[in-house]
């Protein structure tokens, strides 16, 4: 009997990380890149960022790209999208990272119909407009692996003007990611992870009531990392999850309380 060998690796494939400066989309460039995947990578203010990477990556011999977009522009997704493949003749793995931070002090002294308008543009608008715009290329081609990051709120649901912007937000994502899949399967796979709470740049910074309510929320009585979820799209991008497909998954240590 044969045995099938499957190893993260992903030589010769070019994955695109849009929001690629935050601490989600850094451990996922910095991961794929290690496997050896040609990486390109988007970034609005936090653009430096993401060429102090691509430096580091070059110098280990990797291939990295690097792109500016401001997707509060409602011309800036498809523009983005045609330069990346100005660069690139085939996508294999398409990592939607970018949003709004609702936490941002510009963004959290407006009203709650002026939030909700930037987070729709960049958190829906543009990320839906540049999945069907890729998703349509990697059903031509024959392949591909799209990503979405949604939240388990939306299935909980939680109290506050920001749980109400982002849950309204992420369940509309979540719902999208579930036809798409339906739409360009078998050739294209599309996956989404519901994230609880996940040790970003807010999550280094927060309140001590905050990083308390976050460990006691999870049964695995911590906060994520950035670096697990981007372990958990390697491995949704691997041959070892080739049947896997229309995928909502909770990345949260499972919430505490969960009934099913």
């Known amino acids: 009997m044969s045995v099938k060998q499957i190893e ?6 070019t994955v695109v990380i849009t929001g690629a400066s935050g601490g989600i ?8 890149a290690l496997a050896g995947a040609t990486v390109l990578l988007h970034a609005n203010k936090n653009y430096e960022l993401i060429e102090q990477l691509q430096q580091e990556i070059q110098q280990q011999g990797g291939k990295c790209e690097c792109f500016t977009a401001d997707f509060f522009s409602p011309t800036a997704p498809e523009s983005f999208v045609q330069s990346v493949f100005e660069k690139t003749d085939n996508v294999d793995i398409w990592v939607n990272g970018a949003g709004v931070d609702l936490m941002n002090p510009s963004l959290s002294v407006l009203p ?4 909700m308008r930037q987070l729709f543009q960049v958190d829906v608008f543009a990320t839906i407009q540049m999945s069907m715009s890729v998703g349509s290329r990697m059903k031509n081609q024959g392949k591909g692996t799209i990503f979405f990051l949604g939240w388990n709120g939306v299935r909980y649901g939680w109290k506050g003007e920001t749980a109400q912007l982002y849950g309204t937000a992420k369940g509309a994502v979540q719902g999208f990611s579930r036809s798409l899949a339906e739409t360009l399967s078998p050739e294209v796979r599309v996956c989404c992870l519901s994230l609880g709470w996940i ?6 910074k927060t309140s001590a009531d905050y990083l308390r309510r976050g460990a006691e929320d999870s049964l695995m009585e911590r906060w994520g990392t950035p ?17 896997l497909d ?10 505490k309380g969960t009934k099913w």
């Open 8 to 13: 993260y690796q992903f030589h010769e494939k």
């Open 25 to 32: 989309g850094l451990a996922t460039a910095q991961r794929f």
């Open 112 to 115: 709650f119909d002026k939030k």
């Open 199 to 204: 040790k970003t740049r807010w999550g280094k």
């Open 227 to 243: 670096e697990e979820v981007a372990d958990t799209i390697l491995f949704l991008s691997s041959d070892a999850a080739n049947y």
């Open 246 to 255: 229309g995928l909502d998954i909770r990345l949260d240590g499972t919430k």
